[in-house]
């Protein structure tokens, strides 16, 4: 497993181009390592003009199906667009949907295939990337953090264990830019703060590890299983830690989670997305928290230098 999670590194440096550019458009803030902010690996990236939502809720929506071009190396879409397969390896699964989604607005997909042998599965967010002006064998690997790191993207794991074969996972991000996930009936959880609102943005979604395939569904059907993931109430299955990389709250589970910004990786992900909704303020430095993602390799105390690169893909 350690090769697979090792053979991630690197891949955030592949470049991301638009098949065209819209005049019409502003420069989104978007800063890499050695460059400007405002300027990716080909150019700076650039996001539609603010339009006001209210214009869009007098039409019916059309309903979300995967945009057909903009998509991973190795997804692979029904005839519908409704279901999105990925192929071989665990990564270069990324999807989009064809139309922006309004705030507030449910994107409920339902996980259809669940492999194992891989660490980590389904990734959910949303992007300000038109995915038609998006060159699809471009696409980075991964949604995080290389498509975050080169575009304006806001995107978050799922909690380990909710994104089992059968289980329902609805996202959804309010007008405060803030990214709720609800799997099956469990609780909401806020997975994710700073989602820049103001421009259209599309559901991104990562195929990722132990997903192998997720299928759209209507957020207004019934028909979602009323039971809550085990992973949310049940401790058991978080992995026990070997010595010295204890969680520093539980102290039994394997510390496996990496706090945003401030890069502390000292919990288990049980009691980090505990900390992250209840508290959003990191334990160790006391900063505010804006996501929870996978860490690698044993904890690591360090305190205000921002974000460590000790972070799985």
């Known amino acids: 497993m350690g090769a697979q999670l090792s053979s991630q590194a690197g891949a955030g440096e592949r470049g991301f181009a638009f098949t065209a550019r819209d005049p019409d458009c502003i420069s989104e803030p978007c800063s890499l390592p050695g460059r400007e902010p405002g300027v990716s690996a080909l150019g700076s990236l650039r996001a539609p003009k603010a339009h006001?939502?209210?214009?869009?809720?007098?039409?019916?929506?059309?309903?979300?199906?995967?945009?057909?071009?903009?998509?991973?190396?190795?997804?692979?879409?029904?005839?519908?667009?409704?279901?999105?397969?990925?192929?071989?390896?665990?990564?270069?699964?990324?999807?989009?949907?064809?139309?922006?989604?309004?705030p507030g607005e449910r994107v409920a997909v339902r996980v259809v295939w669940h492999?194992?042998?891989?660490?980590?599965?389904?990734?959910?967010?949303?992007?300000?990337?038109?995915?038609?002006?998006?060159?699809?064998?471009?696409?980075?690997?991964?949604?995080?953090?290389?498509?975050?790191?080169?575009?304006?993207?806001w995107a978050a794991m799922l909690p380990e264990g909710c994104a089992l074969a059968g289980d329902v996972v609805c996202f959804w991000v309010n007008r405060r830019g803030r990214l709720f996930v609800r799997v099956n009936s469990g609780p909401r959880l806020l997975l994710r703060k700073g989602v820049l609102m103001g421009a259209p943005l599309w559901a991104v979604m990562d195929v990722y590890g132990t997903t192998k395939a997720i299928k759209l569904l209507d957020p207004t059907a019934s028909a979602f299983p009323s039971t809550v993931p085990r992973a949310l109430i049940d401790e058991s299955l978080q992995p026990e830690a070997t010595a010295g990389e204890e969680c520093a709250i539980c102290f039994h589970h394997a510390a496996n989670t990496c706090l945003v910004p401030c890069g502390h990786t000292h919990f288990c992900s049980y009691c980090a997305l505990r900390v992250f909704r209840d508290l959003a303020k990191c334990p160790v430095c006391r900063w505010e928290i804006k996501a929870v993602v996978p860490a690698w390799g044993p904890p690591i105390l360090r305190t205000g230098e921002g974000l460590l690169m000790q972070v799985a893909n």
Not at 53 to 71: G, Q, S, V
Not at 127 to 146: K, M, N
């Open 52 to 102: 006001t939502p209210a214009a869009d809720t007098k039409a019916p929506r059309e309903t979300l199906r995967f945009h057909p071009e903009a998509k991973g190396a190795q997804v692979r879409l029904d005839a519908q667009r409704c279901t999105a397969r990925r192929n071989a390896t665990f990564h270069d699964g990324i999807v989009f949907s064809q139309r922006p989604v309004l």
């Open 115 to 153: 492999e194992g042998g891989w660490c980590g599965g389904l990734r959910v967010g949303f992007t300000r990337l038109d995915p038609a002006r998006v060159s699809a064998p471009s696409l980075p690997p991964f949604v995080c953090p290389d498509l975050e790191l080169q575009s304006p993207t």
